[in-house]
């Protein structure tokens, strides 16, 4: 059978996503794989989760972190001046108190790969994707100590009734999972 060309890259597969909708990207860093999200998906509106802050003891001090955050901020300058982009600099954990239930056509998470970490950020978020709504997590490979996602995402399948698994894209980069209507 031949394999459907949208899961050959990210960029391929955002193309085929709805535009227009509400979306959220949990983890911006510098916010460059944000840009090409937010271009290609031109979204109504973009919820961006990050404390930028330490989270996986790499120790690196917090200059490095300020940093990715000004880069992030000065890339979407005009984007946040037009409320097009909301920033929550905050944890993931506090952040989705502040979201309501079912509001996001669509989520990328693209952060802290370790199971743990993992696991709960696909349950506490699942409730804020709307049916029909897509998730793109990053990494689907056993990549220590970043190899949460694969047994996260089994654990989530087990966990909810309405998770598809659409596919992993060819590089392994992303998985991605749809909430059924
Ligand atoms: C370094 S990026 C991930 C980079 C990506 N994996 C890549 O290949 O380029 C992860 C971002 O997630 C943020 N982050 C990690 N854990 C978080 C948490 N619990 N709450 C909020 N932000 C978090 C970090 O501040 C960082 O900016």
Redesign the pocket.
């Known amino acids: 059978m031949k394999r459907d060309p949208k899961w050959d890259g990210f960029k391929p597969f955002l193309k085929t996503v709805p535009k227009q909708g509400i979306i959220a990207e949990l ?3 510098h916010a460059t794989k944000t840009r090409v999200v937010y271009d290609i998906l031109k979204p109504k509106k973009m919820i961006w ?5 330490e ?1 996986s003891n790499a120790n690196q001090p917090q200059a490095f ?1 300020d940093e ?1 955050k000004r880069d992030a901020l000065n890339n979407f300058k005009q984007e946040i001046a037009w409320k097009k982009v909301t920033v929550h600099d905050v ?2 954990m506090t952040a989705v108190r502040r979201i309501a239930d079912e509001r996001l056509d669509f989520i990328r998470h ?3 790969e370790r199971q743990g ?1 993992m696991t709960s950020v696909l349950r506490a978020y699942w409730p804020k994707l709307k049916p029909g709504g897509i998730w793109m997590g ?1 990494g689907f490979e056993n990549r220590p100590p970043w190899s949460g996602s694969i047994p996260a995402v089994v654990q989530h399948i087990r966990e909810f009734d309405d998770v598809e698994l659409l596919g992993v894209l060819a590089d392994q980069s992303h998985f991605v999972l749809r909430k059924a209507d």
């Open positions: 983890g911006v860093y989760v990050d404390w930028w802050a989270y972190w990715a944890g993931f693209d952060a802290d970490q990053h």
